[in-house]
């Protein structure tokens, strides 16, 4: 079984993300991810696995355990059960999330970017 540094590792690898580019999309630092990707560091917090999942398309379980299937097979139209990123407050929300699920993630984060930057500091 991998330990959870090396699925970190190998999740951000499949997605073709920098360590910068994940830290983004989590939230974070990037020496947090660094720290996340080291056998020697330390261990996100269940609120970061749970963004390091969704950004992923991994199962939380086994990024947090190494057990179960890795990858979600989760579809918008799907009865699954639903998690906190799955919720848009208003028709707007819901809009920018469906079209934030069909860009590759790379494209998420110019758009995360290019909200940022329409808020202003």
């Known amino acids: 079984m991998l330990s959870m540094p090396c699925r970190i590792r190998k999740l951000r690898n499949s997605a073709k993300l920098s360590q910068t580019e994940l830290a983004m999309l989590v939230g974070v ?46 579809s918008a139209e799907s009865d699954t059960a639903a998690v906190a990123w799955d919720f848009a407050q208003d028709d707007i929300e819901s809009r920018v999330l469906e079209l934030l699920r069909q860009m590759p993630v790379k494209k998420q984060l110019i758009a995360c970017k290019l909200l940022e930057a329409l808020i202003g500091p």
């Open 29 to 74: 630092q990037r020496s947090a991810v660094a720290q996340w990707e080291s056998e020697n560091g330390t261990h996100p917090s269940v609120e970061h696995l749970s963004k390091l999942a969704v950004v992923t398309g991994a199962t939380f379980e086994w990024l947090a355990t190494g057990r179960g299937p890795d990858t979600s097979n989760f």
